[in-house]
């Protein structure tokens, strides 16, 4: 972790800082340009000052202790402030750098977000991204993420969602499947039919599927012989492969409707979406990286939009 160690002094704040993301001591020195005998006894003086364990240790690596996870957090913010405070006297602002984490679920990942990547790059050559594709809830403070895009805001008032735009659910199925099934002609009709099932790593439940009837919402446990988990586009996937119906996002099955390998399925009854947001945890100083991707990505879905 490099966070311009030039502009502020290197104290004991900064060392537990990179310690924590790297969950090395080691591996902190070597980034900050110390040793690892200094960031270890930076870490263990300011152990003593608060009278709290930051780490738990083993041979192999260190981990953030809860009261770690939780000082951590501040910490960050407090030093991202110091740096755009003297920024700012000085006249430098400067440009977005460093890496940036980003968690993302698979299929917005894969359709939406990552061939972006490219051109936010092309503006801001100096940030870097680590990115982490997969469906799971994430621990924000503990393994250093800086963002996350996620379906569903969590309803926890600690983290800020911005929508970037509500994505349109439609149910296909694979000609063959459908010549040897028939055709559903209301989702009442689903309990008769494979429904490939997509589990929700937050509830270890298969998410219902969504449907308008006269004007409202409906929700449908639409079961099956399969249940896929992690990536839905497995489900895709086998839906494609002739095993049954499936629910997904337009975005991701597009290209399959225009060839014929997918048939839309009671469109009369579609028209439900899922909002996908950005999110960061309310409170935090977000970085000039952070700020400058959020926009990106709020201005490229507005384009696409448009």
């Not at 940036?100 to 299929?107: D, E, G, I, Q, Y």
């Not at 050559?125 to 990115?131: H, K, L």
């Not at 199925?173 to 559903?184: K, Q, T």
């Not at 988990?229 to 095993?243: K, P, Q």
Request: glycine fraction near 8%.
């Amino acid at each position: 972790m490099r966070r311009h160690f030039e502009d502020i002094l290197v104290g004991s704040i900064e060392l537990f800082c990179a310690a924590a993301e790297h969950g090395s001591f080691t591996a902190a020195a070597q980034a900050v340009g110390v040793t690892p005998a200094a960031v270890s006894r930076s870490v263990s003086r300011l152990e003593a000052r608060l009278g709290v364990r930051l780490f738990v240790r083993t041979t192999r690596r260190v981990s953030l202790s809860e009261a770690g996870r939780r000082y951590f957090d501040q910490c960050r913010q407090a030093l991202a402030q110091l740096i755009d405070a003297e920024r700012a006297l000085t006249g430098h602002q400067g440009k977005p750098s460093g890496v940036l984490r980003l968690s993302v679920p698979t299929t917005y990942g894969h359709h939406r977000v990552l061939p972006l990547l490219p051109q936010f790059r092309a503006l801001y050559p100096d940030v870097r991204f680590d990115v982490h594709v997969s469906n799971r809830n994430i621990d924000f403070v503990g393994e250093g993420y800086d963002l996350a895009i996620r379906a569903r805001a969590p309803a926890d008032s600690g983290f800020v969602a911005r929508k970037l735009e509500d994505a349109e659910l439609v149910v296909v199925a694979a000609p063959a499947y459908l010549a040897r099934a028939g055709m559903p002609a209301m989702p009442a009709a689903l309990a008769q039919h494979d429904c490939i099932g997509f589990v929700l790593p937050s509830s270890g439940r298969p998410v219902p599927w969504l449907f308008r009837d006269q004007g409202k919402v409906t929700e449908v446990a639409a079961g099956g012989s399969y249940c896929v988990y992690e990536d839905v586009l497995a489900g895709v996937t086998l839906a494609r492969s002739g095993a049954g119906l499936f629910q997904a996002y337009r975005f991701t099955i597009e290209e399959d409707l225009r060839q014929g390998s997918l048939v839309e399925v009671l469109a009369a009854h579609g028209g439900c979406s899922r909002p996908f947001s950005v999110l960061y945890p309310h409170g935090r100083h977000l970085s000039l990286k952070v700020r400058a991707f959020v926009e990106f990505l709020l201005d490229a879905r507005a384009g696409q939009r448009r």
